[in-house]
């Protein structure tokens, strides 16, 4: 996975990259949070963050602050690097738009598991994302009826835009995904079928009679 | 001292140790944690780098130039800046085992400097002499391993 590294002091900046590389990631180092920002910008940027909350121009709050701000497609996941122990600084910077933070000195098994986490987190929202894709997608095929039609009231035909009368089956076909099966009801066959069968039959029998 | 020793920076967060006397006289071998820069082996890069020559090389260009801004900073009583110089170079200090000056760092970080200039002036001038000896320390370690 790619990620972005902000870090104002060079050897940790150094041993941070040494690590990330070693467990497969692409990391990209800055050393302001201004470098950090430009790159976080760019088209195809990296979709993990870590970033040191004490740095000179834009600190780590900030920077978590503009990127939260941003209108990204997939927001990279954040992990705030913070020297103070205290509530108050974490509190901040998971309100500034941070989604974890690591005290320094971190344990680099710690550093490695959280990483996992952000990594499991952007995988999750780049297939949600997709998935999201899809269905804009499949929705612009999907039509529908809506509205008044204006319909025969005998024949039961529809007056289309082309100020033409279809058959209903016809026209609901050509505005729809429906396709029609076609069969009787059992009133119309009461009602209808029936009385032209036996109709039939009559005249059938009339037919085979003697002198006829 | 294991490498997660080292990233877990216990020189950084112990509580300091009894006052050192600014002038006191240390050995060489007090200076830098070798044992604790050594453990880098395990990053060491495919690529045939040493990691830890490159981390000294980095640490030798740094430090000197954020405690030029401390120094910078005490002298116009910028303590708000001093402070945050002094964070910088503890870190790095740590990280890379040099402990004493990581040490000075904590104490500098503490003291109340509106209050004691003297005092911090005591402890630059113990930073100062404290990472004279880790350079010495540092460059040897560096020469031994471009062998």
Same mark, same amino acid.
């Given at each position: ?81 913070? /020297?103070? #122990?205290?509530?108050? &600084?974490?509190?901040? =910077? $998971? ?8 005290? *320094? @000195? ?66 609901? /076909?050509? #505005?729809?995904?429906? &396709?029609?099966?076609? =069969? $009787? ?8 079928? *029936? @009385? ?17 | ?147």
């Amino acid at each position: 996975m790619r990620v972005v590294i902000a870090e104002d002091d060079a050897v940790s900046r150094r041993i941070l990259e040494t690590l990330l590389r070693k467990w497969g990631h692409e990391v990209t180092t800055t050393q302001d949070g201004e470098a950090a920002w430009n790159v976080l910008r760019e088209p195809g940027a990296p979709s993990l963050a870590i970033l040191d909350i004490l740095m000179p121009g834009i600190d780590g709050l900030e920077l978590c602050r503009r990127v939260r701000q941003s209108p990204n497609n997939i927001p990279p996941y954040i992990i705030l690097l913070t /020297a103070n #122990h205290g509530v108050p &600084e974490i509190v901040k =910077g $998971i309100e500034a738009g941070a989604n974890d933070y690591l005290i *320094k @000195p971190y344990d680099s098994d710690e550093l490695r598991a959280r990483v996992q986490v952000g990594v499991r987190m952007v995988e999750l929202q780049t297939s949600l994302a997709e998935r999201v894709k899809e269905l804009e997608v499949a929705l612009t095929h999907v039509k529908k009826l809506e509205g008044i039609l204006p319909i025969c009231s005998y024949c039961k035909k529809i007056r289309n835009d082309l100020d033409s009368w279809q058959h209903v089956e016809s026209y609901v /076909a050509a #505005h729809s995904q429906v &396709e029609f099966s076609h =069969g $009787i009801c059992p009133a119309c066959f009461e009602n209808t079928v *029936k @009385p032209q069968l036996e109709s039939f039959q009559i005249s059938q029998a009339l037919a085979l009679e003697p002198g006829n | 001292m294991s490498f997660e020793q080292i990233i877990n920076g216990e020189n950084q967060e112990t509580p300091p140790l009894a006052p050192v006397p600014a002038r006191v006289i240390r050995t060489t071998s007090d200076a830098v944690d070798m044992e604790l820069l050594k453990a880098f082996e395990e990053l060491q890069s495919d690529d045939g780098s040493d990691l830890i020559v490159e981390l000294i090389d980095l640490y030798l260009k740094d430090a000197p130039q954020r405690m030029l801004a401390i120094r910078e900073a005490a002298l116009e009583n910028e303590w708000g800046l001093l402070k945050r110089a002094v964070h910088n170079l503890k870190g790095s200090s740590a990280n890379l085992g040099v402990r004493l000056v990581a040490e000075t760092c904590i104490k500098l970080e503490r003291i109340e400097c509106e209050h004691s200039t003297e005092g911090v002036r005591k402890l630059l001038q113990q930073m100062d002499d404290e990472f004279a000896r880790a350079s010495e320390v540092l460059l040897s370690e560096r020469q031994r391993r471009l062998q």
